[in-house]
C-alpha cells in the first residue's frame, strides 16, 4: 500500500509495509544536500529532522514513522518512510560513541561476505579516510575504530559499501 502526500509543494511518499537496527529512535538532524541516508528501527521512528533540496533520506521502522512538528522536507527532496519488516540481516552501520572527542568505533553487520569499502566522507562529501578499501569480510558483526584526532571538530559521514548494497550514518567530531 502507498500514500503519496503533497506538503508545501513536494511529496512526501509513504509506502506500508512493516524492523532493524535499534528498537526506537529520535531523529534530529538537518540532512546535507547531495547524500542518500537511511535510518532504521526495529520499532518505531519519531523526527524533528529536516531534509535539504537534493537529498535523498529513508526511514524505515516496523511499526510507525512519526513526523512530528518542525519535521521538514525541502522542494526538491527525496523522503520516503516504510513500515516492514527489515530482517537483522540486512547491512546495518552505526557508530558509538556519537558525538564522539578523539575516536569512534564503527560496527558495522555484513548479511553475507564479501568484498567491503569502508570510508569516511565529510559535509562537502570528500573523503577523509579510508578505513576499508576492497577488503574481503566475513558475513556477520565487524568493529572499527576510527582515530579521528587529527580531523577538525564536526559532522562526518562514514560510508559502507558491499558489491549489493551502500550505507551512511551520520557521526559528530566535538
Known sequence: MRYIF???GFFV???VFGQDANRQRYIKIVYEPNQAYVEKA???IEAVSTVLAKTTVEY???QSVELLPGFQAKQGSVFTAHIRNVAESD???TAFPNPFEQSTTIDFILPEAGRVNLYVVDVKG???ERLLENSQQEAGKHAIEWKADHHSPGTYIPVLS???QQISN????K
Open 13 to 15: 511518499t509513504i509506502t
Open 42 to 44: 526495529i520499532e518505531r
Open 91 to 93: 547491512l546495518q552501520l
Open 170 to 173: 551520520r557521526i559528530i567530531k
Open 162 to 164: 558491499t558489491d549489493r
Open 60 to 62: 524505515r521502522a516496523g
Open 126 to 128: 570528500q573523503i577523509v
Open 6 to 8: 503533497t506538503i508545501l
